[in-house]
């Protein structure tokens, strides 16, 4: 078993609703850090960034129900 996943993160000023797949390490239930990847900010905007610590949950989309990263974790 892997800890790495696919998390859905959200892209900002889309005009619409649009979720990014990408890779994340599981570092608790459902909490995960965003793993390094290509990221090229003058193209799309992520509502979190490589490195940033999110909570995930199940929400519905256009594609049915994925796991999106939803707000940031408390680092502490």
Do not use: H
């Amino acid at each position: 078993m892997t800890d790495i996943a696919e998390i859905y993160v959200a892209l900002l000023g889309e005009g619409v609703e649009v979720w990014k797949p990408v890779r994340a390490k599981r570092v608790s239930n459902n909490t995960y850090r965003i793993l390094r990847q290509p990221y090229d900010r003058t193209t799309e905007t992520w509502q979190f960034e490589p490195g940033d610590v999110v909570l995930c949950e199940m929400v519905e989309s256009s594609d049915g129900r994925i796991l999106a990263a939803t707000e940031k974790a408390a680092q502490g």
